[in-house]
């Protein structure tokens, strides 16, 4: 059976795009996404924070890049070739992830995602915002 794009309004559900930081399982409302792309030449920034990559020319745009893998503390075995950028937009605000891979589109409802633990939100650094329990073995970070 194929299944469309989730576009209704109302409905209370959502589809994340699913992908891979590492070793890390994250998720992202398909509505932040403006595309998914393979890897581009990236300028480095001097004197940028650490888990900024630098910045890619997209279309014209400037648009920064952040290293997701390096900024979960995660390992990769992949190249930077290798590895996917996915644009976000997220309060008007365009960026870049850097990603190992991208699995997949899930559809699901609000109520499967629950807040992170506590200790997560200590000191309100943490991007995290929701978890999905997928299966007794996976969990999804939002």
């Keep these: 059976m194929k299944q469309e794009i989730l576009l209704e309004s109302g409905i209370n559900e959502l589809e994340i795009v699913i992908f ?3 070793d890390s399982v994250l998720g992202i409302n398909v509505a932040k996404v403006e595309c998914i792309v393979t890897s581009q030449s990236i300028t480095r920034i001097p004197n940028s924070e650490s888990n900024v990559k630098g910045i890619i020319n997209y279309r014209g745009r400037v648009i ?3 290293d997701l893998i390096k900024t979960l503390k995660s390992e990769c075995s992949k ?3 290798e590895r996917l950028l996915i644009l976000i937009n997220i309060n008007n605000s365009d960026f870049a992830v850097e990603v190992s891979s991208v699995t ?3 559809r699901l409802s609000w109520t499967e995602i629950e807040p992170p633990p506590p200790i ?4 309100n650094e943490t991007p995290i ?3 999905v329990k997928t299966n007794p073995n996976e969990i999804i970070l939002m």
């Excluded at 997560?120 to 000191?123: E, H, P, T």
């Design 104 to 106: 997949g589109i899930r």
């Design 129 to 131: 915002t929701g978890v």
């Design 79 to 81: 190249t930077s070739k």
């Design 64 to 66: 920064p890049v952040i």
């Design 120 to 123: 997560l939100l200590g000191n």
């Design 20 to 22: 891979k930081a590492g």
